[in-house]
């Protein structure tokens, strides 16, 4: 049997959820992985990503369903899914996307209590039987790498236009 190390998994299995709900506490930008924030709505990059690029968006009030949610809300998250989208075809050029958001425990919600989009990047090849087989997925390029490279397009967003 062959072995394979993946030191840096060991944060997600032993993290205990430090206080707090991470995506309020992403407008300050805390862990260095806020991409766009604004009174409404935010971007942080996924810490434990599926795929490089792996973007949750978010309302800023906490909130857990999307029927607590007022219309202005609603349209700025749905407005951010998009620019994040196309800040996500420039810089990254993926194939496809998978968009979309899971509703309570069962549905896979691993931070239930804050509403949030994920946004995640594809490409042919992008999972492989590592992921199948051992559970592991490799993450060709380091998450502040990849901050960095998209981070100038967040700071230039207007979700006004």
Same mark, same amino acid.
């Given at each position: 049997?062959?072995?394979?190390?993946?030191?840096?998994?060991?944060?997600?299995?032993?993290?205990?959820?430090?206080?707090?709900?991470?995506?309020?506490?992403?407008?300050?930008?805390?862990? =260095?992985?806020?991409?766009?924030?604004?009174?409404?709505?935010?971007?942080?990059?996924?810490?434990?990503? /599926?795929?490089?690029?792996?973007?949750?968006?978010?309302?800023?009030?906490?909130?857990?369903?999307?029927?607590?949610?007022?219309?202005?809300?609603?349209?700025?998250?749905?407005?951010?899914?998009?620019?994040?989208?196309?800040?996500?075809?420039?810089?990254?050029?993926?194939? =496809?996307?998978?968009?979309?958001?899971?509703? =309570?425990?069962?549905? =896979?919600?691993?931070?239930?209590?804050?509403?949030?989009?994920?946004?995640?990047?594809?490409?042919?090849?992008?999972?492989?039987?590592?992921?199948?087989?051992?559970?592991?997925?490799?993450?060709?390029?380091?998450?502040?790498?990849? /901050?960095?490279?998209?981070?100038?397009?967040?700071?230039?967003?207007?979700?006004?236009?």
């Amino acid at each position: 049997m062959k072995t394979m190390w993946a030191p840096w998994r060991i944060e997600y299995i032993l993290d205990n959820r430090k206080e707090g709900c991470v995506f309020c506490k992403a407008p300050a930008n805390e862990e =260095g992985l806020t991409l766009f924030a604004n009174p409404e709505v935010l971007v942080v990059m996924n810490k434990f990503p /599926y795929t490089n690029g792996h973007l949750l968006v978010a309302p800023v009030r906490h909130v857990s369903t999307l029927s607590e949610l007022s219309e202005k809300e609603m349209g700025r998250v749905l407005l951010l899914v998009e620019k994040s989208l196309g800040i996500l075809k420039k810089v990254m050029n993926p194939e =496809g996307f998978n968009v979309g958001l899971n509703l =309570g425990k069962v549905a =896979g919600a691993g931070i239930e209590e804050h509403l949030h989009f994920h946004i995640v990047p594809r490409w042919s090849g992008d999972v492989n039987a590592l992921t199948v087989f051992a559970d592991v997925r490799v993450i060709p390029e380091h998450l502040k790498s990849t /901050y960095d490279h998209l981070k100038p397009f967040f700071d230039n967003l207007d979700l006004n236009t």
